[in-house]
């Protein structure tokens, strides 16, 4: 529930305004003055909703103050003027008094929704052995996944995860039910790849005994252990037809049955469904249930491949190489710059979990301080980029050949080209022969210190 701060030293206005907010599920709190509102964490409001004019400092005061929350300031239509002059310093947004009910409520609505897109950040996650982790990322992509998960969690309905294998599809899974109002109850896990065609039915809603061969005692199902709690059901294209006949009505109408019973029982279990699959073109072939499709296809998450993450795969490299330092109890081990270079540069068809695998291999094959990219073990030099061959009018250095390997870096090699050829080239033709986006040739220039040379201006 987002939680406002009224800050209005007119009782009524602020007691109106108060029960309006509350009536459309807002947590709201109030304070009469700049200086009242002082004595509350400011910044651990979702908005702050002040008047302009107030005894002693003005709600303009906040703005800096409450920061990074936003601030919306009321004001009467005589001081128009001065609503511009708080949005030049930051102010969120301005009403004008007398307000019309429902503009402001849009208003509110506007600001918070807004906001929440931009608070992105990375949920704390406990894992099973009951230490805690963040999920790691900036990028675009992430944020939004992050925004995701916090609007669903708490809204208990079917979650269908995709994305490529080792993107990590179980942290979210973990991180929504961590969220939601089930937390204290019990997360399941079950990957229907790992588990038998045979078997999965039984593991999955229990058995009586001698429901069949080898049944020598009754069992209790993956699904009834999860009862008040989350069902995690991981690679779920790999459900066999019946199997999945089973779970639709565990989803319909909250029952399941025993394998060799007649007996039918009530659960209250919530599913996250993850796959790498397409569902939707499975049910077409027959091999996937199109009305189980539409029943946990009611919100969706899409993890980007690490590929697909900019430099999020060197921040989840430094954390990760930090770790397997630890276990293999090598402190001080760190990447060579030609190996972070490689670890950006390299596709990841096994996402993270591949480059977890990688670092591993960096650091039980490291000679001295430093991992070069053989320790990496990415494949031959084929299958990875390569700067392109210097054209023939570039000068080659037989030093720089010999250099150390830390030395003689793609980064090295880039700031060398750029400086040598840009006065002959343009910024398209520089990105071509280097096999880059114009985009990227920007960005390694502003992480480089590499000016553009600028253009003289031509003579009238």
């Not at 987002?2 to 007119?10: A, F, M, N, T």
């Not at 459309?24 to 910044?43: C, G, I, K, N, W």
């Not at 079950?190 to 593991?203: D, G, M």
């Not at 061969?213 to 009862?227: H, K, N, P, Q, Y």
Request: aromatic share 4%; hydrophobic share 35%.
């Amino acid at each position: 529930m987002p939680r406002i701060l009224i800050v209005e030293d007119e009782a009524i206005i602020r007691s109106a305004l108060k029960r309006l907010l509350e009536r459309h599920h807002y947590s709201v709190s109030e304070a009469a003055s700049a200086e009242e509102a002082r004595t509350q964490p400011l910044s651990d409001f979702d908005l702050i909703i002040s008047d302009l004019r107030l005894p002693g400092e003005p709600g303009t005061t906040l703005i800096e103050l409450a920061a990074p929350a936003p601030v919306l300031i009321m004001t009467s239509y005589a001081s128009m003027r001065s609503a511009v002059d708080a949005l030049k310093q930051g102010a969120v947004d301005y009403v004008a008094k007398p307000f019309d009910h429902t503009e402001l409520l849009e208003t509110v609505e506007r600001i918070l929704h807004k906001q929440s897109m931009q608070q992105g950040t990375p949920p704390d996650i406990t894992d099973g052995g009951g230490g805690r982790q963040t999920m790691i990322g900036d990028c675009t992509a992430m944020q939004e996944v992050y925004t995701r998960i916090r609007k669903t969690a708490p809204a208990d309905v079917t979650v269908l995860i995709q994305g490529e294998s080792g993107t990590g599809k179980e942290l979210v899974a973990r991180a929504i039910h961590q969220q939601s109002k089930r937390a204290k109850a019990p997360l399941i896990c079950v990957n229907c790849a790992a588990i038998p065609e045979t078997l999965i039915e039984s593991e999955l809603f229990g058995h009586e005994k001698g429901a069949f061969t080898g049944a020598s005692a009754a069992r209790t199902g993956l699904v009834e252990a999860a009862d008040g709690g989350t069902l995690f059901l991981d690679e779920i294209g790999e459900l066999p037809l019946d199997a999945q006949a089973r779970l639709l009505r565990v989803l319909q109408e909250g029952e399941i049955r025993k394998i060799g019973s007649v007996e039918t029982r009530h659960v209250n279990v919530r599913l996250i469904a993850a796959t790498h699959r397409d569902l939707r073109a499975l049910s077409k072939s027959g091999e996937f249930r199109l009305d189980l499709y539409y029943r946990l296809n009611v919100m969706q998450i899409a993890l980007p491949p690490l590929r697909e993450r900019e430099d999020d795969v060197l921040k989840i490299a430094d954390i990760l190489l930090e770790k397997a330092c630890k276990r293999h109890e090598r402190p001080g081990l760190r990447l060579s710059r030609a190996a972070r270079q490689d670890l950006r540069d390299y596709p990841w068809p096994g996402n993270v979990r591949e480059l977890e695998n990688a670092l591993e291999r960096g650091v039980i094959l490291a000679e001295g301080h430093l991992i070069h990219p053989d320790d990496l073990g990415l494949g031959p030099a084929t299958n990875r980029p390569h700067p392109p061959a210097v054209s023939p009018g570039a000068s080659t250095n037989d030093d720089a050949t010999t250099a150390d390997e830390d030395d003689l870096s793609l980064e090295d090699y880039f700031q060398h080209f750029v400086l040598e050829h840009q006065d002959q080239m343009s910024e398209t033709e520089l990105a071509q022969k280097l096999g880059i986006s114009r985009k990227n040739l920007w960005e390694r220039r502003q992480r480089l210190g590499i000016p553009r040379k600028k253009t003289a201006r031509r003579q009238n």
